[in-house]
């Protein structure tokens, strides 16, 4: 007899955004900008920034909790905790520590995963290996990332581009849902056109990183936009195609919120209308590795999806890093 291929399937969502609204109009206070311009060049209306001492694992934990209070499961039925995040609490102990604690998933392990915009996809990959291969039974993912903590808020640059915020799926086995097929990459030779130059162990915090302002996030926007445009595009297409879906095959395309340009071409190259698409950047901007899960946890909650549905995750970003995932949705719409 054929051993049974379980598949990673998406069985509960959760998200949190920060009550805290940062308005083009507020940040118009602080750089020579227009809300007209941010608008028109990205699709971004405004973000959410978190308040004074609230971080990373405590966004990601309430995100869980929320998963956890949909599904009505307990913490300790949890096997492993990935957290896809560019912007833990510290650099150790992990976050995904921090949250194991913070959620009392006292039979859980787990660990963080850095790979920006792509985060969340790369760790859904690690998370569905974990199940399909039988080791766990039920893995959370997070992406979740506090970029007004690494933004130069007097860069017109890069400082309207960001927010805060956490979201969270569930994997289960499934004989039929869930994760179906996938295509990630990457390329350092990008690394120069997004990054933050210190706070590792190649440029440790100094006074001279300090009044050098190494520790904000750099990006050239436009090399970024010319590889995200075509990166984003031709992976989806290739995921999408190789598994002989096209246009109205996609019952919702999920791409990562960085620009509405960037998101319109790659929907553009897979033959898809405005309601086939998910977007949030207008009232979320770029939150990073929190984009994709919190996209999943509204699409959830608005009910913008059934039992079935084929959906196309796809993001892009600092690495660069990028890719695509085939999901086979496998949560009823709730009533
Ligand atoms: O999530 C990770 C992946 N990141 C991305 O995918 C982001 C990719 N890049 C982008 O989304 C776009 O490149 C940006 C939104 C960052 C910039 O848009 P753009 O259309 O590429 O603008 P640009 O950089 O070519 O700048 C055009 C002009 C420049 O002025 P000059 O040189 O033409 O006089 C900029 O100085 O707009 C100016 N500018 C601004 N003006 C008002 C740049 N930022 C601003 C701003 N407000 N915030």
Request: glycine share 8%; hydrophobic share 40%.
């Amino acid at each position: 007899m054929k051993p049974i291929q379980f598949r990673a399937n998406i069985t509960g969502t959760g998200k949190y955004l920060p009550e805290k609204v940062l308005s083009n109009q507020d940040i118009e206070k602080l750089v020579d900008t227009s809300d007209e311009w941010i608008q028109t060049r990205t699709g971004i209306r405004e973000r959410r920034i978190v308040k004074n001492g609230q971080a990373t694992a405590e966004m990601s934990t309430n995100a869980i909790i929320q998963l956890l209070e949909k599904r009505d499961i307990s913490a300790e039925e949890i096997d492993a905790i990935i957290v896809a995040t560019i912007t833990p609490d510290m650099m150790f102990p992990s976050t995904a520590a921090i949250i194991q604690s913070n959620i009392k998933a006292k039979n859980a392990w787990g660990y963080d995963l850095s790979s920006a915009c792509s985060g969340f996809l790369f760790g859904m990959q690690s998370g569905a290996a974990l199940i399909s291969s039988g080791q766990c039974k039920k893995v959370i993912v997070v992406g979740a990332d506090t970029m007004s903590s690494i933004l130069n808020f007097e860069d017109r640059n890069t400082c309207i581009l960001f927010g805060d915020g956490a979201g969270a799926v569930l994997l289960e086995p499934s004989e039929e849902y869930g994760v179906i097929d996938s295509e990630l990459r990457v390329d350092g030779s990008g690394g120069e056109y997004l990054k933050m130059d210190a706070g590792g162990s190649r440029l440790p915090a100094s006074h001279h990183t300090v009044d050098n302002k190494q520790h904000f996030v750099y990006q050239d926007g436009k090399s970024v936009f010319k590889h995200a445009v075509k990166g984003m595009a031709d992976i989806s297409y290739q995921v999408a195609s190789r598994n002989n879906l096209m246009g109205s095959d996609i019952d919702l395309f999920i791409p990562h919120q960085a620009n509405k340009r960037i998101i319109d071409a790659a929907a553009k190259k897979l033959g898809l209308s405005d309601s086939q698409v998910m977007i949030n950047i207008d009232r979320f901007a770029n939150t990073t590795a929190a984009t994709l899960p919190i996209c999943l946890a509204e699409a959830d909650e608005e009910n913008m999806l059934s039992l079935g549905d084929n959906v196309i995750l796809s993001a892009f970003g600092a690495g660069f890093s990028w890719g695509a995932m085939y999901i086979k949705w496998g949560l009823p719409a709730y009533a």
